[in-house]
């Protein structure tokens, strides 16, 4: 059944009319028409148009509330998320955060990162990620070297990792713990010499 025969059904005369209580009140009065001791003969619906129109309408109605809802942003950091994890709720900034809030709120997850190449810190920063419930996190990071450099030692929320890159691209694999992962592709970007 479409929305529009749905509409039609309850008795709607435009989507802006919909509640989800005036669904169901207006599904009740349906069903109760459609029952033989009723007295209502040759209604034109059945109990099955009245079941999928409720089940449309219902549909219809989460994608608009969904769409239309002004959700609040909170910014967390990693170890933050890992406390909700443990214990159901964590304080991050003088502010509780609960399982349910991952649901309720867009989240942005805070990974702090620093850069050194050949041991000489060359960036500092943070770069921020929405929470996804797979736990399964990717950023790029452009890291500028010369020629002449080797090695690269990057830290990502305390874990360490040191490489020396062939070719301008690579990607390293950050594992948080609880499922929580990290994809790091770190591009070179060449840096001119004074």
């Not at 109760?32 to 309408?57: E, W």
């Amino acid at each position: 059944m479409d929305v529009k025969k749905a509409l039609e059904l309850f008795g709607y005369g435009s989507l802006k009319e919909i509640s989800e209580s005036d669904i169901k009140r207006r599904y009740r009065k349906l069903i109760k028409m459609c029952h033989p001791d009723s007295g209502i003969k040759n209604i034109g619906f059945s109990v099955d148009d009245v079941k999928n129109g409720k089940r449309v309408l219902e549909r219809v109605f989460r994608v608009c509330s969904v769409q239309s809802a002004v959700r609040e942003i909170v910014f967390i950091d990693i170890n933050t998320l890992i406390n909700i994890y443990k214990d159901g709720r964590a304080s991050y900034n003088n502010r509780i955060i609960s399982k349910n809030d991952l649901k309720t709120k867009d989240i942005f997850l805070d990974f702090s990162y620093v850069i050194k190449v050949d041991d000489i810190t060359t960036d500092n920063s943070n770069v921020y990620v929405r929470y996804n419930y797979k736990d399964n996190y990717s950023v790029d990071i452009d890291v500028e070297m010369s020629p002449m450099n080797k090695d690269i030692d990057i830290n990502i929320n305390g874990i360490n990792k040191k490489i020396s890159p062939k070719g301008n691209c690579v990607e390293l694999n950050f594992d948080f713990g609880y499922n929580i992962n990290l994809k790091c592709t770190l591009y070179k970007k060449n840096r001119i010499e004074d």
